[in-house]
């Protein structure tokens, strides 16, 4: 773990990324080729249910430079420039999509020991301004995230969270959507030579009233297969296996079913990503 306490999305990542990382009911395949000069070209095909979505993006990096163009099949441009340590514990990152002339943003982020900042604007006459922050250190923080429409005059996004971290365990809570649902997670590394750990989050809504759990669990079965599964209350199952079969290059298969309706056609989904 990095010095300091991150930026506000870390908290709650470890728990998320153990119960929807790498989920999909979908079909997914990625290639990544390098050009002689460093150029990393990546092709991605996703398959879902009779939708057929592609895209090509390339990456080059220059120094504490990178710039990344990606094009989809709805002959969308996506461009990100983002410049690393200009100043020590500073990033900035420039975006647009062409053709949203709207859609152009600039962000900073800066980390230190004890604070985690983040703040972007639109490049519009009326933009979004964001801001989000954390203070607090290696073991304990406290953040928010806020988004500001300067068209409406008011906030479109109102979150706080609070991260508890200790050597094998993480805890976070989150107040999101302005207050109407509060979520808790918690990861716990049970063995870190198999890579075992377990997960759970529960999300309370004030508005409905309404309750969700999800539980899951990770084990390695060996250094080049992952094994996750995840239960919630409303009897919907998942399982997951990854396997490394050549260096930086993933099989995944993963499923869903609804066990309180057995009688449904289980939810799969298959991604392949190639690496050299």
């Not at 923080?141 to 094998?168: E, I, Q, Y």
Request: net charge neutral.
């Amino acid at each position: 773990m990095g010095k300091g306490p991150g930026l506000y999305s870390v908290i709650g990542k470890k728990s998320r990324d153990i119960l929807y990382k790498d989920y999909q009911a979908d079909h997914k395949f990625t290639v990544t080729t390098y050009t002689s000069n460093g150029v990393a070209i990546t092709s991605t095909g996703i398959k879902k249910g009779e939708l057929l979505l592609a895209d090509v993006s390339t990456e080059l990096k220059n120094n504490n430079i990178t710039t990344n163009v990606k094009v989809d099949t709805k002959s969308n441009l996506f461009a990100t420039v983002t410049v690393d340590e200009p100043a020590p514990g500073l990033k900035t990152i420039f975006s647009f999509i062409v053709p949203d002339q709207r859609s152009g943003k600039v962000e900073l982020q800066y980390q230190h020991e004890y604070a985690g900042i983040s703040t972007s604007i639109g490049l519009n006459a009326n933009p979004l301004v964001n801001f989000s922050g954390v203070v607090g250190n290696n073991c304990v923080s406290v953040g928010t995230d806020l988004s500001f429409d300067t068209a409406s005059g008011n906030f479109t996004k109102l979150n706080a969270g609070l991260n508890f971290t200790h050597s094998d365990l993480i805890a976070s809570l989150t107040l999101n959507d302005k207050g109407d649902t509060l979520n808790a997670s918690y990861y716990h590394i049970v063995s870190p030579l198999t890579n075992t750990a377990v997960g759970a989050e529960l999300t309370h809504s004030f508005s409905s009233n309404e309750n969700t759990l999800t539980i899951g669990t990770q084990h390695a079965l060996d250094p080049l297969t992952t094994v996750r599964t995840r239960l919630n209350n409303y009897g919907r199952a998942s399982a997951l296996i990854q396997h490394e079969w050549r260096p930086k290059s993933l099989f995944t298969i993963s499923g869903e079913l609804d066990t309180r309706a057995i009688e449904k056609s289980a939810k799969v989904g298959l991604a392949l990503a190639l690496k050299p």
